[in-house]
């Protein structure tokens, strides 16, 4: 037993003392010092580009998020707009390293080799869009509708079973482009806009005449909207905990603001929040094992911001969405919602 002992401690010991090997994407995004995402090319709060051609929004910010803790600069983020399906081609093929554009994560998306879903940034549901004109209140009052529908989503599943189990019937158009979808909705060739909700709000302000559609109050499914990378274990680890330092971060009232003052006097501070961002934290000793720059957590924070910072940003009650935080599923369990912010330590 001693020596069964014995050479489990020296395992260990050598398997900490071990220098970090970061994966081959985690590799070319260190040397080329660019990281390149995925998001929605026309999705306004969530990723649009502004008059300057740059994409904002609160997907955007987790590609910056991630180009933030890996080359400690936000502006590194090559963010390229792209169709949903061809995000995940192009994932596939090598051709960017994340995509943060509204993917849902199912058990089949995940089991591709080709694909790893890393941390979900947003829960959602999947609802309908209809002009008040047609003068239905509820989606069960849908029967006979042409409902228009992205090409490779999971709306089209979603909107299959929920339509079979209640035996309404309905046709489909599957329009894989957005412009084209949006268009036929509009134009009144299809009667209900099915797609996530927030996706609906986003895409309602796309009209020329916003206040005559509403969403419908029916959510007919879950939607775990989740950061997608190429498959590597470095590049996952960073983005994975990255997030959580904006969750972290959330619990202890920082944000882009007023890190820097935090940071500056971390003795009067509590001990979780020292171990974010000191140089001797646990952070840091991640930073070693993962081949981040020192003051990673720090930089998430002061380029990008807490979690609730770039959800009020963008999506909160000051933004033509005005959805309140804490009415979500996306505040802290803390506040009643789904995000879990993981011990950092």
Same mark, same amino acid.
């Given at each position: 037993?001693?020596?069964?002992?014995? &050479?489990?401690?020296?395992?260990?010991?050598?398997?900490?003392?071990?220098?970090?090997?970061?994966?081959p994407v985690f590799? @070319?995004?260190?040397?080329?010092?660019?990281?390149? +995402?995925?998001?929605?090319?026309?999705? !306004?709060?969530? &990723?649009?580009?502004?008059?300057?051609?740059?994409?904002?929004?609160?997907?955007?910010?987790?590609?910056?998020?991630?180009?933030? $803790?890996?080359?400690?600069?936000?502006?590194?983020?090559?963010?390229?707009?792209?169709?949903? *399906?061809?995000? %995940?081609?192009?994932?596939?093929?090598?051709?960017?390293? %994340?995509?943060?554009? *509204? #993917?849902?994560?199912?058990?089949?998306?995940?089991?591709?080799?080709? %694909?790893?879903?890393?941390?979900? /940034?947003?829960?959602?549901?999947?609802?309908?869009?209809?002009?008040? &004109?047609?003068?239905?209140?509820? $989606?069960?009052?849908?029967?006979?509708?042409?409902? +228009?529908?992205?090409?490779? &989503?999971?709306?089209?599943?979603? #909107?299959?079973?929920?339509?079979?189990?209640?035996?309404? @019937?309905?046709?489909?158009?599957?329009?894989?482009?957005?412009?084209?979808?949006?268009?036929?909705?509009? *134009?009144?060739?299809?009667?209900?806009?099915?797609?996530?909700?927030?996706?609906?709000?986003?895409?309602?302000?796309? *009209? @020329?005449?916003?206040?005559?559609?509403?969403?419908?109050? @029916?959510?007919?499914?879950?939607? !775990?909207?989740?950061?997608?990378?190429? !498959?590597?274990?470095?590049?996952?680890? $960073?983005?994975?905990?990255?997030?959580?330092?904006?969750?972290?971060?959330?619990?202890?009232?920082?944000?882009?603001?007023?890190?820097?003052?935090?940071?500056?006097?971390?003795?009067?501070?509590?001990?979780?929040?020292?171990?974010?961002?000191?140089?001797?934290?646990?952070?840091?000793? %991640?930073?070693?094992?993962?081949?981040?720059?020192?003051?990673?957590?720090?930089?998430?924070?002061?380029?990008?911001?807490?979690?609730?910072?770039?959800?009020?940003?963008?999506?909160?009650?000051? /933004?033509?969405?005005?959805?309140?935080?804490?009415?979500?599923?996306?505040?802290?369990?803390?506040?009643?919602?789904?995000?879990?912010?993981?011990p950092i330590r």
């Amino acid at each position: 037993m001693m020596k069964f002992l014995s &050479s489990a401690i020296v395992l260990a010991t050598t398997f900490l003392a071990a220098p970090a090997h970061a994966g081959p994407v985690f590799d @070319e995004i260190k040397a080329n010092d660019q990281l390149i +995402c995925l998001v929605n090319p026309n999705s !306004p709060g969530f &990723s649009l580009p502004d008059s300057q051609g740059v994409y904002q929004g609160f997907n955007t910010d987790f590609c910056r998020m991630a180009a933030a $803790a890996i080359l400690g600069d936000a502006s590194k983020a090559d963010i390229r707009g792209i169709g949903f *399906s061809d995000s %995940m081609k192009t994932l596939v093929a090598d051709g960017a390293h %994340m995509a943060s554009r *509204s #993917i849902t994560a199912t058990g089949t998306r995940d089991a591709d080799p080709g %694909m790893a879903f890393v941390a979900t /940034t947003f829960y959602d549901g999947q609802g309908f869009l209809v002009p008040k &004109s047609l003068g239905v209140e509820n $989606a069960s009052d849908l029967s006979g509708a042409t409902v +228009c529908a992205e090409d490779g &989503s999971t709306t089209l599943l979603n #909107i299959a079973d929920w339509f079979g189990d209640r035996n309404i @019937e309905y046709r489909v158009e599957n329009i894989a482009d957005k412009t084209a979808r949006l268009e036929a909705f509009f *134009s009144g060739k299809c009667d209900v806009y099915a797609s996530d909700v927030t996706a609906l709000l986003s895409d309602r302000l796309l *009209s @020329e005449t916003p206040e005559d559609y509403a969403v419908l109050p @029916e959510v007919i499914s879950a939607e !775990p909207l989740t950061l997608v990378t190429q !498959p590597d274990q470095n590049l996952e680890a $960073a983005l994975f905990w990255a997030f959580q330092v904006m969750l972290n971060a959330d619990q202890f009232g920082i944000n882009s603001k007023n890190v820097a003052a935090v940071a500056a006097d971390l003795d009067k501070q509590p001990k979780a929040v020292r171990r974010l961002f000191a140089t001797d934290s646990a952070t840091a000793e %991640m930073a070693d094992k993962l081949g981040l720059p020192k003051d990673w957590a720090f930089q998430v924070i002061s380029q990008v911001g807490a979690y609730s910072e770039v959800f009020e940003r963008h999506l909160g009650k000051e /933004t033509p969405f005005g959805l309140e935080l804490a009415a979500t599923a996306n505040a802290l369990v803390a506040d009643g919602g789904q995000m879990y912010a993981y011990p950092i330590r």
